[in-house]
T-cell receptor, first 112, second 112 residues
């Protein structure tokens, strides 16, 4: 069965500092991988996705993620965090046309 | 283009009452999903429609939850009767091809 682990429930970073959110997945075949962001009271917004090809993918708002098959990981990174990045971030794994399985999320706090 | 529309945004009911949520997907999207997001957890798929047919409802508590998608467009999710543990955000998502899912803002349900 598919599963996603986000080891960090909360992360606090200073504005302007770099960010890395961890995601590990369990999936039998080549996965489709996603990162979504959720601001309070809002739905989920897609940041980026990996289907195949280049293992370093670029997303919106300056985010990127790297797919590492050997480590079953898909960590999200941003070189310089802005206060507006404070939100909850979800990693998800899925297969084409089917459901997504989400991690429990990581809450990002940005301190000025 | 317009996003996924959901209503109501908030609902408070007593246990054992009934409640219904409505979702209007992005125009032309054939696939529609309902997810349940309990506080502190990632979204969990309840049901997936392809046009007006059910693809996956394996995680839907069918003794109390029902969903329909008439004419392959709008969808309603109903809970009857509600339990305390049904308190959650109910997210609707739609997809044109099954690869990327676009989420609505959700309905926050509180069962007292």
């Amino acid at each position: 069965a598919q599963s996603v682990t986000q080891p960090d429930i909360h992360i606090t970073v200073s504005e302007g500092a770099s960010l890395e959110l961890r995601c590990n997945y369990s999936y039998g075949a080549t996965p489709y991988l996603f990162w979504y962001v959720q601001s309070p009271g809002q739905g989920l917004q897609l940041l980026l996705k990996y289907f195949s090809g280049d293992t370093l993918v670029q997303g919106i708002k300056g985010f990127e993620a790297e797919f590492k098959r050997s480590q079953s990981s898909f960590n999200l990174r941003k070189p310089s965090v802005h206060w507006s990045d404070a939100a909850e971030y979800f990693c998800a794994v899925g297969e084409y046309g089917n459901k997504l399985v989400f991690g429990a999320g990581t809450i990002l706090r940005v301190k000025s | 283009e317009a996003g996924v529309a959901q209503s109501p945004r908030y609902k408070i009911i007593e246990k054992r009452q009934s409640v219904a949520f409505w979702c209007n997907p992005i125009s032309g999207h054939a696939t529609l999903y309902w997810y349940q997001q309990i506080l502190g957890q990632g979204p969990k798929l309840l049901i997936q429609f392809q046009n007006n047919g059910v693809v996956d409802d394996s995680q839907l508590p069918k003794d109390r939850f029902s969903a329909e998608r008439l004419k392959g467009v709008d969808s309603t999710l109903k809970i009857q009767p509600a339990k305390l543990e049904d308190s959650a955000v109910y997210l609707c998502a739609s997809s044109p091809t099954g690869s990327i899912q676009y989420f609505g803002a959700g309905t926050r349900l509180s069962v007292l």
